[in-house]
């Protein structure tokens, strides 16, 4: 059995990948972040991980006040060489600011705008998602960061809070099994039970 080539446009550009590059990937290419300049395939999702997203992105619709949006599955640069895509990102715009962040052509959030970026574990993301990509947010300076587990009884919602200016880093604030109710970045009430529930 011989191996498929792998298509002309996965062979990195001179200088290696870029946070830019990410634009110009044919319609076709498989869903993908870069990290440090390496491309990673992002794999299948669970009927878990989607129902989880899904929900939790209209919750967080459902309770952001004027002037901030939701998106699921979006991009955000972090640099040069970062373009990772969380689950869920909340972020902030301003009424009438179509050149900042035009949502109708937009490819990514700057990071600049974002509030919370949400990671859904998976048995092959867990390192990126509990190590890496924390690491990549809070040196971003987004403020707030929740990661997501799956146990026996449901979804885990861990909630960070940055802290520190000159060595970023994020502290746990709570883990949420049954009610996650927050005052930061805004007014949050939401039944993780029912994120999961068929």
Known sequence: MTAEPLPDWF???PGGWTADDMDDLPPGAPRMELIDGALVLLS??????????????????????????????????????????????????????????????????????????????????????????????????IPHFWRIEQEDGGPAIHVYELDGVRDPRYVPITIARDRLKLDVPFTIDIDVKALARR
């Open 44 to 141: 299948p999702q669970t009927g878990f991980h989607s129902k989880v997203m899904r929900r939790l992105a209209n919750a967080l619709e459902d309770a952001s006040p004027a002037g901030v949006d939701v998106m699921h599955e979006m991009t955000m640069k972090l640099g040069k060489y970062q373009r990772p895509e969380p689950d869920v990102l909340v972020y902030r715009f301003e009424e009438g600011d179509e050149e900042h962040l035009d949502w109708y052509r937009a490819t990514h959030v700057p990071a600049e705008d974002v509030l919370i970026a949400v990671e859904i574990v998976s048995e092959e993301s867990q390192d990126r998602d509990r190590t890496t990509k924390p690491l990549k947010y809070a040196q971003a300076g």
């Open 11 to 13: 062979t990195p550009p």
